[in-house]
Nanobody, 124 residues
Framework: EVQLVESGGGLVQAGGSLRLSCAAS????????IGWFRQAPGKEREGLSC????????YYSDSVKGRFTISSDYAKNTVYLQMNSLKPDDTAVYYC?????????????????WGQGTQVTVSS
């Protein structure tokens, strides 16, 4: 059974940093795409970043480019999202999602598996 478990959320002051983790299990950590998303109350889900195993290509939305960094650790079957210079507008529930058997270096348009989410709150 494929499982994605997010961790690392919490309360941080504006300007601070957090590192989110997405621990994946139930599949061979190869040929995949994993993305990070967030959803704030009353707002639509927003795609933030993606990493693919093919070519290790990465993508960032304009709202987080230059502040967030996605990375992967094959040995730990984990994808990270390092978030720096956090702003109150970054407050949301953050989710990771995966596509398995993805050979394209580009990020996929849709994802098959989702984690439960982790809350990030940035105080001003």
């Amino acid at each position: 059974e494929v499982q994605l478990v997010e961790s690392g959320g919490g309360l941080v002051q504006a300007g601070g940093s957090l590192r989110l983790s997405c621990a994946a299990s139930g599949f061979i950590f190869d040929n995949y795409a994993i993305g990070w998303f967030r959803q704030a109350p009353g707002k639509e889900r927003e795609g933030l970043s993606c990493i693919t195993s093919a070519d290790r290509d990465t993508y960032y939305s304009d709202s987080v480019k230059g502040r967030f960094t996605i990375s992967s650790d094959y040995a730990k079957n984990t994808v990270y999202l390092q978030m720096n210079s956090l702003k109150p507008d970054d407050t949301a529930v953050y989710y990771c999602a995966a596509v398995i058997g993805w050979y394209d270096p580009r990020c996929p348009p849709d994802y098959d598996y989702w984690g439960q989410g982790t809350q990030v709150t940035v105080s001003s």
